[in-house]
């Protein structure tokens, strides 16, 4: 059963009582099912949790104007007023930023980070535009191609995520991709734990690398968990594991 949030700007599902003790952020597109098996696996004990639906997705409704992160963190803010002191807060993919906003916003609830494939930092060297997409864009800046063409050719050539986002939540998108959290993981001071997908290619394993490096040079205590096999979507493809690291944590 869905629970409202914040005044009804978030929604989510509960699992087990309050105090709640961890709070799971899903990744750009997902939605609170994706931690299902991981809080409530069948034949394992329920942990007092919240799974929230991001704004602009699952039943959270879509934000007024594009946000950042922080703007995601502090829309999540105030449900941490209802969890317990050291909340574990579980991030996948974009959770993951938003966690790290939340840890920065808010570090004396914060227990510890659990961050899956999160893209914390840009792609090492950055991401060069395509040939065709730099010959579009010469071809627009010198009249030859229309700003409506050249719209609607781009919106053809981005990816999934781009070509489904609309409006608010493609400005959005286009925000978040472009953040990069180098200067805030050494300053967090919670345990940290790294888990990644060994065939992970929409968040390659090189960005956890320069993560743990970023994160040790730090306060925090910090671990790397890789799992072969498996890609991105690690809360619904093994869920085993990133229980057991949240029970981990939990028990610290």
Same mark, same amino acid.
């Given at each position: 059963?869905?629970?409202?949030?914040?005044?009804?700007?978030?929604?989510?599902?509960?699992?087990?009582?309050?105090?709640?003790?961890?709070?799971?952020?899903?990744?750009?597109?997902?939605?609170?099912?994706?931690?299902?098996?991981?809080?409530?696996?069948?034949?394992?004990?329920?942990?007092?949790?919240?799974?929230?639906?991001?704004?602009?997705?699952?039943?959270?409704?879509?934000?007024?104007?594009?946000?950042?992160?922080?703007?995601?963190?502090?829309?999540?803010?105030?449900?941490?007023?209802?969890?317990?002191?050291?909340?574990?807060?579980?991030?996948?993919?974009?959770?993951?930023?938003?966690?790290?906003?939340?840890?920065?916003?808010?570090?004396?609830k914060i227990g510890g980070l659990i961050l899956i494939g999160a893209p914390i930092l840009r792609r090492a060297g950055g991401a060069k535009p395509?040939?065709?997409?730099?010959?579009?864009?010469?071809?627009?800046?010198?009249?030859?191609?229309?700003?409506?063409?050249?719209?609607?050719?781009?919106?053809?050539?981005?990816?999934?995520?781009?070509?489904?986002?609309?409006?608010?939540?493609?400005?959005?998108?286009?925000?978040?991709?472009?953040?990069?959290?180098?200067? &805030?993981?050494?300053?967090?001071?919670?345990?940290?734990?790294?888990?990644?997908?060994?065939?992970?290619?929409?968040?390659?394993?090189?960005?956890?690398?320069?993560?743990?490096?970023?994160?040790?040079?730090?306060?925090?205590?910090?671990?790397?968990?890789?799992?072969?096999?498996?890609?991105?979507?690690?809360?619904?493809?093994?869920?085993?594991?990133?229980?057991?690291?949240?029970? &981990?944590?939990?028990?610290?």
């Open positions: 059963m869905l629970s409202a949030f914040n005044d009804g700007a978030l929604f989510g599902k509960r699992h087990g009582q309050a105090p709640v003790r961890v709070l799971a952020l899903p990744g750009w597109g997902r939605t609170h099912t994706d931690f299902d098996l991981v809080l409530s696996p069948q034949g394992s004990p329920v942990l007092d949790a919240i799974a929230l639906d991001l704004p602009g997705f699952g039943a959270t409704p879509v934000p007024e104007s594009s946000m950042s992160s922080m703007d995601y963190a502090q829309c999540i803010a105030p449900v941490l007023d209802e969890a317990s002191d050291g909340v574990i807060v579980v991030g996948h993919s974009h959770g993951g930023r938003v966690a790290v906003c939340l840890a920065a916003l808010r570090p004396e395509s040939l065709k997409y730099r010959t579009l864009r010469l071809l627009n800046r010198l009249r030859l191609l229309s700003d409506q063409r050249f719209e609607a050719r781009k919106n053809t050539m981005g990816s999934a995520d781009y070509q489904a986002a609309q409006g608010v939540m493609r400005e959005t998108l286009v925000r978040v991709i472009n953040e990069s959290f180098e200067t &805030e993981l050494p300053e967090l001071s919670c345990p940290v734990t790294l888990i990644w997908g060994r065939d992970d290619s929409d968040v390659p394993l090189e960005v956890a690398e320069r993560a743990l490096s970023l994160l040790q040079s730090g306060k925090a205590d910090v671990q790397l968990v890789v799992i072969d096999g498996v890609g991105h979507l690690v809360p619904t493809k093994d869920p085993t594991t990133v229980r057991r690291v949240l029970e &981990e944590m939990l028990a610290k």
